[in-house]
């Protein structure tokens, strides 16, 4: 196996680098699922430029982009590392003692927020859409467990704010979002035949998936007009991936979603800042001094970044009740000894993949979610706050290539924790710090609020905070997609961060 990396240089064309898989051996080598690929089989000048004190460096190190590509899959029912919240060296007895604690967490936890959905409801008009709302909200708290929601989530739309900047919100979270209809199209209607799966054992991984999407309440009955074909596609392992085709029944063709861009490695670029030995205050003020990094590794301020998947994400949002006899889904009572089938069939009452304009609703709606966990830059009590904006732009006096353009910088003059939502599940929170305890605490913050307002923080696929992928575990199959890294491991990367994308 080989792995190609493209180092992009600040005044020059790109350098191309391979990299051959092996095993740990070299410091200059590049490193993935716990294995150092390496060594270098060209030139590695790029890389080389990082050596000894800014002042040698003839770009920034945010110039330099590295990927490396990768394949992965992780299984629906993977276990969840729950070593991740627990102490170095801790006994049995201690961990079992953590087991009863979270036992008891989450009731307590399922209490209040069943108690605050109740105490909303007492204030509001007692109508169908708010009960059936919150009846379907607590439904879901109560069969939780500690890092698992068992039986599927719903946002907590009671928490949505009803102020002049949030007007709207609360009913499209609590009915979802009436897609857009094309002018002069009629929504088709019919009953189109599934895609016949290769053998018989992933057609009952399929079924197996579609139940547990009825076990988790986003499957409901109704009046159904118009039914969604699937197909699957196998996954790595025995596992599946069950694929809704509404362009092949001719809905798709019927809606309209606006076009949009979703983060990527560049943005994430403009939102890490380089190793300093002080606050980027003091070091703007400063003039932006040179930096000797052949000190210890221990005293600079870093970039960590951290992975937040969002589980079931499409699904975490309603579908509108007017859309929904168009999200028809043809159902079996399964019969293994050869006999004939009967069929049944029920309806989405979430976004489902496949639909034209649910990746755009269901991004609009975590963007949403996400400001409201980060909170008000002036909200003490949120790690995300910030005092004032710096801006860092090219011709100003002050222009510091190696810097983010845009800097969010706190009262005690570091940059602002900031998240990047780079896909349709991705989160990426990024700190600074001298050490990843803060990058805990920012994702602590993200995942809490996230579940409070039941949008899945989804634990067997949280990545801890890191600055380069040697953090990432041998054989970790949480992810499918590239590792784009720029790190301080030895002295030939010095400087950059690293970044996990879908």
């Not at 102490?87 to 049995?92: A, I, S, V």
């Amino acid at each position: 196996m080989q792995v190609k990396v493209m180092a992009r240089e600040y005044d020059g064309p790109s350098t191309s680098v391979e990299v051959t898989a092996g095993k740990a051996s070299s410091s200059c080598s590049l490193c993935h699922a716990g294995e150092l690929y390496g060594p270098f089989t060209t030139r590695v000048s790029a890389f080389e430029a990082l050596l000894g004190k800014s002042r040698d460096i003839p770009f920034s190190p945010l110039e330099l982009a590295a990927e490396v590509r990768a394949e992965a899959a992780c299984a629906d029912d993977a276990e969840i590392d729950l070593s991740t919240w627990s102490f170095g060296g801790e006994t049995p007895r201690e961990a079992a003692a953590r087991v009863v604690l979270r036992r008891l967490a989450v009731k307590w936890w399922a209490w209040y927020q069943e108690k605050s959905a109740r105490s909303w409801l007492r204030t509001v008009p007692n109508d169908e859409w708010n009960v059936s709302g919150v009846e379907g909200c607590v439904r879901c708290i109560k069969a939780c467990k500690y890092c698992k929601w068992v039986r599927g989530s719903r946002i907590h739309f009671w928490k949505i704010p009803v102020d002049r900047d949030h007007k709207g919100r609360l009913e499209e979270f609590r009915d979802g979002v009436k897609l857009w209809q094309l002018p002069g199209t009629t929504l088709p209607q019919g009953r189109r035949a599934n895609v016949k799966t290769e053998t018989w054992e992933q057609e009952l991984l399929t079924r197996k998936k579609i139940l547990r999407l009825w076990l988790c309440y986003y499957l409901e009955l109704g009046v159904i007009k118009l039914v969604v074909p699937r197909f699957t596609v196998p996954k790595a392992g025995d596992d599946v991936k069950v694929v809704w085709d509404s362009k092949a029944n001719g809905h798709n063709a019927c809606i309209w979603a606006p076009s949009f861009l979703l983060g990527d490695s560049g943005d994430l670029e403009e939102m890490v800042v380089k190793w300093l030995s002080v606050p980027v205050d003091t070091y703007l003020k400063l003039g932006s001094p040179d930096e000797d990094y052949t000190q210890d590794a221990a005293i600079f301020f870093k970039s960590w970044q951290s992975d937040i998947d969002v589980g079931q994400q499409f699904n975490n949002f309603r579908a509108n009740r007017e859309d929904r006899p168009y999200l028809g889904v043809r159902m079996y009572r399964t019969q293994n000894d050869g006999s004939v089938e009967e069929e049944w069939f029920a309806r989405y009452a979430v976004l489902h993949f496949g639909g034209r304009a649910s990746p755009y609703v269901a991004g609009r709606m975590q963007r949403r979610i996400l400001e409201l966990c980060k909170g008000h830059p002036r909200d003490s009590l949120s790690r995300f706050g910030w005092d004032r904006v710096h801006l860092n732009l090219p011709t100003m006096r002050n222009w510091d290539p190696s810097l983010p353009r845009v800097l969010l910088l706190r009262a005690d003059g570091e940059a602002s924790q900031e998240v990047d939502y780079v896909d349709d599940n991705d989160i990426h929170p990024v700190t600074r710090g001298r050490d990843e305890v803060n990058a805990m605490l920012d994702a602590k913050q993200l995942r809490s609020r996230m579940n409070s307002l039941g949008n899945q923080a989804d634990d067997k696929k949280f990545r801890r905070p890191l600055v380069s992928p040697n953090g990432i575990p041998k054989g970790d199959g949480n992810w499918k997609g590239f590792v784009s890294s720029v790190y301080n491991e030895s002295p030939t990367s010095r400087g950059l961060f690293v970044q996990t994308m879908e």
